[in-house]
């Protein structure tokens, strides 16, 4: 549990205990000034009305803090803890065989291991598969200096050698993920077999869409992260109703557990997104990888563009999606790319039948147990 949502829930408390007294104070003190009787009355209710804001927000925030104090101690980690340079890291594995399939997510949950929940158990029935939280997500505790692709790749390496697991390995990685696992074979291309690609970013991703046109009153990304962080240890999402309802399609403790956990915001996702810039130029310099079997997923375009009157900008952003997702391409003399017909970004929720499918044809054609000749550098819809 982040050490904010022990620190802000006290400072909250503590502002709010003050700023109590400080209202009941004025409203004693009415009692002896002289003054119109309905400007008293109505400086009484105002008063009223921030003390009642003050206990609530007081109130809320901290009891989302115990909230999740309790759902971490009901939910103990699924996998086995290693320690990884003087931090504990959490590794969940199961199925077998070869090669290993190692699940990388992308920015934004505060558990890993958690959102593999639904696709990671029908993949270990063909392979073995490993996820994890990164430093600092999860049941993994956070350490000291940078959250880059580097580093990130350097964990999860030192984690696998802790843990015995090792090549051949399949890396799949979704959304920024896919940063991840190309940095990770820029480091040690010995242990990759092949790399999996599902609606992924690529290196500088962000400065790109900045290039487009946008409004000159658009918050900055980092301003709507802060904004939104700050909701969560207020307790916000509980208030709204977002917190411990079960993921529908999920099985019951994972969905239980998915549920809680939308109401955890954890701060190292925040550091990973600041050094997207510095993981971008560090991503940018591997690859291309030679004949490494490369598998691509991407969002069908047309999904987006399907709301009643899309905005320009809507249409550019995934014109230069699709762009990005082509020049994946480029990274191997095998690689092929399939678009997934009616997914959204979610395409391992949206498509999951054909995630599976293709995921296990591509490890057969790994293995070199299917007489399948995938078309290699061609774009499908399916």
């Known amino acids: 549990m982040d050490s904010l949502y022990v620190a802000v829930p006290v400072l909250v408390l503590c502002l709010c205990l003050l700023a109590t007294w400080l209202a009941m104070r004025r409203m004693?003190?009415?009692?002896?000034?002289?003054?119109?009787?309905?400007?008293?009355?109505a400086e009484r209710i105002v008063l009223s009305l921030a003390i009642l804001l003050a206990v609530g927000v007081a109130g809320n925030s901290t009891y989302s803090a115990i909230a999740i104090r309790l759902f971490l101690a009901a939910n103990l980690p699924a996998g086995k803890m290693y320690s990884v340079n003087g931090h504990k890291m959490h590794l969940y594995c199961i199925g077998s065989g070869q090669p290993t399939i190692i699940l990388e997510t992308g920015l934004?949950?505060?558990?890993?291991?958690?959102?593999?929940?639904?696709?990671?158990?029908?993949?270990?029935?063909?392979?073995?598969?490993?996820?994890?939280d990164r430093a600092g997500l999860g049941w993994?505790?956070?350490?000291?200096?940078?959250?880059?692709?580097?580093q990130i790749a350097s964990d999860l390496h030192d984690l696998l050698v802790q843990a015995h697991v090792s090549g051949p390995l399949v890396l799949i990685g979704t959304s920024y993920g896919g940063i991840y696992i190309r940095n990770y074979i820029g480091h040690y291309p010995a242990e990759v077999a092949g790399l999996v690609f599902i609606d992924s970013s690529t290196p500088f991703q962000q400065e790109r869409f900045q290039d487009l046109a946008r409004s000159p009153r658009e918050a900055s990304p980092a301003m709507r992260i802060a904004i939104l962080h700050a909701e969560y240890l207020l307790g916000v999402p509980r208030v709204l109703g977002w917190c411990g309802r079960p993921v529908p399609g999920w099985e019951s403790r994972s969905g239980r557990a998915l549920g809680e956990d939308a109401c955890i915001a954890h701060f190292e996702g925040v550091r990973e997104f600041l050094s997207s810039a510095q993981s971008s130029a560090e991503t940018a310099r591997a690859g291309p990888f030679g004949a490494l079997p490369?598998?691509?997923?991407?969002?069908?375009?047309?999904?987006?563009?399907?709301?009643?009157?899309?905005?320009?900008?809507?249409?550019?952003?995934?014109?230069?999606?699709?762009?990005m997702q082509e020049e994946l391409k480029t990274l191997s003399t095998r690689s092929r790319r399939i678009i997934a017909r009616g997914s959204g970004h979610g395409v391992c929720t949206d498509r999951e039948d054909l995630v599976l499918r293709e995921v296990r044809l591509f490890l057969d054609q790994i293995r070199g147990t299917t007489s399948q000749t995938p078309s290699y550098g061609s774009t499908i819809i399916e």
């Open 294 to 323: 490369i598998l691509i997923f991407s969002r069908d375009p047309s999904k987006a563009l399907s709301m009643p009157n899309p905005p320009r900008s809507l249409a550019d952003r995934e014109t230069l999606w699709n762009v």
């Open 140 to 150: 993994s505790e956070p350490r000291a200096g940078p959250s880059d692709a580097d």
């Open 108 to 132: 934004g949950p505060a558990t890993d291991v958690l959102s593999w929940s639904a696709l990671q158990p029908k993949l270990a029935e063909t392979s073995r598969v490993c996820s994890y």
């Open 28 to 41: 004693v003190s009415l009692c002896t000034r002289s003054g119109s009787r309905w400007w008293k009355a």
